[in-house]
Structures are given as C-alpha cells and as structure tokens.
Nanobody, 126 residues
Framework: QVQLVESGGGLVPAGGSLRLSCTAS????????MGWFRQAPGEEREFVAV????????YYADSVKGRFTISRDSAKTTVYLQMNSLKLEDTAVYYC???????????????????WGQGTQVTVSS
C-alpha cells in the first residue's frame, strides 16, 4: 500500500504561480511512477504530468507543457508540481497519483493508477 498526501493548492490570479507537493509513504519502490491529474467540475479527470520511477523521465500534457514542471526529491518519495503562467482553465482539483510496475504506454491513463491522494483545489482567478 502507498499513501499519498498533497499540499499547496489555493487561489491565485491568472498569470501567477503555485507549487503543489505530494509525499508518498508506505511501499514505494524504484519503479513507482508518481504524477498529477486534475478534474474540473463536470469534466473527466485528466492527465497533467508524471515522473517515471525508473530513470526519472517526465511526461506532460500538451496543455501544460512549458508552464508546469514536475520534479521529485532524491528519496523519490515526494513529487512537486511547479505551475507557472496559470490560466483560468487550470482551475481544478489536482490529484496526486502513484502506481508500481506500470508500462510506459499507459502512463497518461488515470485508470492505470491505483493510489490516489485526497485532492487539492487550485483556483485561478481573473
């Protein structure tokens, strides 16, 4: 089992920045992928960014590429999502997610993650 705890959400004006954190506890391994998904009201949960457990490669949704940066600490138990140049459409509940031994082709699929945080609200105001 892996437990995930997020922090860092809040209200920020458009163009501003915010950093989310997610700390994992429990049975994380070197093959644990950790990432972020988000869900806006009335929308499906969508992929934002992920860092691959093996090798530390990072992957981003096209909508956030160049504005968001995902990183992790040296212990590989905490991931960060630095969000810059925030837009109104970034408003959502952001969820941290983790999985183990997943195949690369499914890394953007929320259904392939079996560990989730409680979610943190990010609201971008005009």
């Amino acid at each position: 089992q892996v437990q995930l705890v997020e922090s860092g959400g809040g209200l920020v004006p458009a163009g501003g920045s915010l950093r989310l954190s997610c700390t994992a506890s429990g049975r994380t391994t070197s093959s644990t992928d950790m990432g972020w998904f988000r869900q806006a009201p009335g929308e499906e949960r969508e992929f934002v960014a992920v860092v691959r457990g093996l090798g530390g490669y990072t992957y981003y949704a096209d909508s956030v590429k160049g504005r968001f940066t995902i990183s992790r600490d040296s212990a590989k138990t905490t991931v960060y999502l630095q969000m810059n140049s925030l837009k109104l459409e970034d408003t959502a509940v952001y969820y941290c997610a983790a999985r183990q031994n997943g195949i690369l082709s499914t890394i953007r699929s929320s259904t392939m993650y079996n560990y989730w945080g409680q979610g943190t609200q990010v609201t971008v105001s005009s």
